[in-house]
């Protein structure tokens, strides 16, 4: 990468990224934005097995976070896992059990994976999480390693939040890199912060975090073990 091109890049996330404006759109058109992955990228990754890397120790740690939130947060909730994959975290949160489970993914290679999963309360789509309308509210929608594919974070957000139903949370993991670094600084104006928690380890850093609407202040989210504070946990694989 260019000189040039770099600093426009860094100065595009740290201060452009996710921002209204023509000064935003000029800066986005000289460092090409970011590239979404295609339905046929995802479909020949989940083929050739590349998602199976989720499987191993190294994504433990946020998996564990996520699952902290859900039982603590909001207990025996109605769920959409957003980017659900072949099912990982369900088969997690279901040793905890939950009121009712939509899994979505855009891979219906991965779908088909999580169809003998299916039963009365829990469901999985194949469908663009871009486009994808819920016909019902959720108390958690979690966004675990997905926000950050969609052309427009925020945006996302803000139109899967008139799903929650009423002190409804959003949980969501990122993995630590420029994009997501932007992302989260963005989400944390918009949305009012319940918790956030680091996990690292030798694959990397994640942010995990629990989001309400901003109408909706941390002080009626307490828990058997008190207010929830900011945290962060080194792991070792």
């Given amino acids: 990468m260019k000189p040039l091109h770099w600093i426009s ?5 740290r201060y452009f990224f996710l921002r209204d404006g023509g000064v935003a759109r000029a800066i986005e058109s000289l460092v090409g934005g970011h590239s979404v992955p ?7 990754q989940y083929r050739e097995g590349y998602w199976s890397r989720l499987n191993l120790g190294g994504e433990h740690g946020h998996y564990a976070v996520i699952l902290s939130y859900a039982i603590q947060l909001r207990p025996d909730a109605s769920v959409l896992d957003v980017g659900c994959g072949e099912g990982i975290l369900w088969r997690l949160l279901k040793q905890f059990g939950y009121g009712r489970y939509t899994g979505i993914d855009i891979s219906e290679t991965a779908i088909r994976k999580c169809k003998s999963f299916a ?6 789509v194949a469908c663009d999480a871009e486009d994808y309308v819920p016909d019902t509210t959720f108390d958690l929608i ?7 594919y969609f052309r ?3 945006n996302a957000l803000k139109r899967y939040a008139r799903y929650l139903a009423p002190k409804g949370i959003f949980v969501i ?5 420029i994009r997501t670094r932007a992302i989260r600084r963005r989400v944390k104006e ?13 694959h990397g850093t994640w ?5 309400a609407p901003c109408c909706q202040g941390p002080e009626v989210f307490t828990t058997g073990i008190g207010q929830l504070t900011q945290s962060s946990v080194s792991a070792e694989d």
Wanted: hydrophobic share 40%; charged share 20%; glycine share 0%.
């Fill in 9 to 13: 890049y860094q100065l595009y996330y």
């Fill in 38 to 44: 295609s339905r046929e990228s995802w479909e020949a």
């Fill in 119 to 124: 039963e009365e309360k829990t469901s999985f």
């Fill in 142 to 148: 979690i966004f675990n390693e997905s926000l950050y």
């Fill in 152 to 154: 427009d974070p925020m």
């Fill in 173 to 177: 993991s990122l993995f630590d890199f």
């Fill in 190 to 202: 918009v949305f009012s912060l319940l918790d956030e928690t680091v996990v690292s380890n030798s």
């Fill in 207 to 211: 942010h995990c975090l629990a989001l």
